[in-house]
């Protein structure tokens, strides 16, 4: 695995030299660009086959479908949530242009933006199952994208990039979650994308930095705090920071999160690049345009997804609106901010029991899953045979219980080397599950399906084990910094020193051949797995006893 934060290795027959500024910054991706686009997107087609066969598959209300499809289809009548006439799930499954809508407007616990996209899917192929799946299933897509080419850019190597995106569109979780209307794959797309930018702009900004301190002679020609860089990427961040708060509020936490990130990786990229008093340039040159472009930013975003509900008349708490359509959004905000009194007074006061919620210290073994559907058709599978069919939302055991081990790796890399790969991973994992302890303590109702947005980072920590266990490639550089540990002070006959270099070369190309073969059967188990758990992720017609063969434990009922 290429190290990202060393120089690019030479080949056996270059001259050594000190690696500059630019390349330990901020150092290329090896290999082919083409290849580097290529291999994503033929990982992402496979996800996209996944996802969208059978999506219409069952022609049915599933789970919290009944809440969001509904919404989403008054958000594209209204602009805001209305209300529904009893039975109306039934009513536009029979018929998808059914007049479902009662009197008044309905109270909402989340905002409007995830539900906007789903109204999208709506738009585009009516208010059919497949309709308002469609959505959930492209941004599930989109989302094996992303992370194969961010793991890519994190690892250097773009086949742990692909076997990042292969690993996420062999989840059952993510791919359950990617076939129904409801807002967590939202939430999961937009952070992962957030995070995918701000790598991104990671490694522009210390190739630039690099490129600075060295125009203008070195890190003490200039300025003692070093020179102030735009970030445009993190303006993007802030974008989609933004709509992940306008689907789901736990968004929120990764604001906070990224912003205290990037403010550790500029304090790093200036220390290291030698700049005089780099903590203080960093706080002076960074943090007031960083908070503008993530958090005011992301602030601005999730206002406008509610515009709706401000400049349309009649949404709950809203009534009339001001003539003057300039004037609406500065009378609507007394208005919101009640609205969103309300709204948080509901989540805090959610402790109804529910049969499949669980506290986030079940979630990592995949205690408790969630049916998002189950019925046992008659005659399906034969008359003397009992049939079932079912969507559990349960993440791939085997890749769920390995990604215990390689958060554990995770951390030992963050402590021991100072990782900052290692650390990001553990802060967006985090991020996503620890925040929720506090409500647990407080018996919120919660169910397994709350940790989608963190699935891609678990993904990343596996994807980072696997490349430790295959080790760097072997080259004469790499070989030389073997030789002290292997031998002592390398020999002074030059024979003597070509014939230990080879042995080293040799030891790491064997290292490598059985970390590759172990990467891969961990990557085959988890195909095996998925393709086991298939059939209850994705409804299809089994025989009970099929179905039960698959429910491990009796908490998976």
Not at 374 to 401: D, F, H, M, N, Q
Not at 425 to 437: D, K, S
Request: glycine share 10%; proline share 7%.
């Amino acid at each position: 695995m290429a190290m990202t934060d060393v120089a690019p290795a030479r080949a056996s027959d270059e001259p050594r030299r000190t690696p500059s500024l630019r390349d330990r910054l901020s150092p290329p991706v090896p290999g082919s660009a083409l290849l580097g686009w290529l291999g994503p997107l033929l990982v992402t087609a496979f996800a996209a086959f996944l996802r969208f066969d059978r999506l219409a598959v069952p022609k049915a209300v599933v789970f919290d479908e009944t809440y969001y499809a509904k919404d989403a289809l008054s958000l594209l009548k209204f602009g805001w949530e209305h209300s529904t006439v009893k039975d109306a799930d039934k009513l536009l499954i029979q018929d998808p242009n059914a007049d479902i809508w009662a009197e008044g407007p309905s109270f909402v616990a989340h905002p409007p933006g995830g539900k906007w996209m789903i109204a999208i899917g709506e738009w585009l192929f009516g208010a059919t199952p497949f309709g308002w799946r469609f959505m959930p299933a492209l941004f599930g897509t989109l989302a094996v994208l992303v992370l194969c080419r961010v793991a890519r850019r994190m690892t250097g190597s773009t086949l742990l990039g692909c076997a990042a995106g292969l690993l996420l569109a062999l989840d059952g979780l993510q791919f359950v979650t990617s076939r129904a209307a409801l807002l967590d794959i939202f939430v999961q797309f937009w952070i992962i994308a957030a995070f995918a930018c701000l790598v991104n702009d990671r490694f522009r900004s210390r190739a630039r930095l690099a490129d600075r301190i060295a125009a203008q002679g070195g890190p003490d020609a200039g300025s003692p705090f070093g020179p102030f860089l735009v970030h445009g990427w993190r303006i993007a961040a802030g974008l989609c920071l933004g709509m992940a708060c306008a689907t789901k509020w736990t968004g929120v936490f990764y604001v906070a999160a990224f912003g205290l990130m990037v403010l550790f990786w500029d304090f790093g990229a200036r220390r290291a690049a030698g700049v005089p008093r780099p903590l203080a340039g960093t706080m002076l040159l960074t943090a007031g345009p960083a908070f503008v472009q993530l958090v005011v930013v992301a602030a601005v975003t999730y206002l406008a997804s509610w515009w709706g509900w401000i400049f349309r008349p009649g949404g709950w708490g809203r009534g009339e609106v001001a003539g003057n359509l300039l004037l609406r959004p500065f009378e609507a905000l007394p208005d919101l901010w009640h609205y969103h009194t309300e709204m948080w007074n509901f989540h805090n006061g959610l402790d109804a029991k529910h049969p499949y919620q669980s506290w986030p210290w079940d979630w990592p073994i995949l205690r408790r899953p969630v049916a998002f559907f189950y019925t046992e058709p008659k005659g399906a599978c034969g008359e003397a045979v009992r049939c079932s069919r079912e969507i559990l939302g349960i993440g791939t055991p085997a890749l769920w219980w390995g990604g215990l081990i390689a958060l554990v790796v995770a951390v030992g890399l963050w402590l021991a080397a100072r990782d900052w790969r290692a650390g990001a991973i553990l802060l967006g994992y985090l991020a996503g599950w620890l925040t929720w302890f506090p409500n647990a303590f407080g018996d919120r109702t919660m169910f397994l399906f709350y940790t989608t947005p963190v699935i891609p980072f678990m993904v990343l920590a596996v994807v980072l084990t696997l490349g430790v266990l295959i080790g760097p490639q072997p080259t004469r550089a790499a070989a030389l910094t073997h030789l002290p540990r292997l031998y002592g002070a390398a020999a002074a006959a030059p024979a003597e020193t070509a014939a230990k270099i080879g042995g080293v070369l040799a030891r790491m190309e064997t290292r490598r051949m059985v970390g590759a073969a172990i990467a891969g059967a961990f990557v085959l188990v988890v195909l095996a797995n998925f393709a086991y758990f298939y059939p209850v992720l994705a409804a299809k017609v089994i025989s009970y006893d099929e179905w039960h063969a698959r429910i491990w434990f009796r908490d998976w009922i």
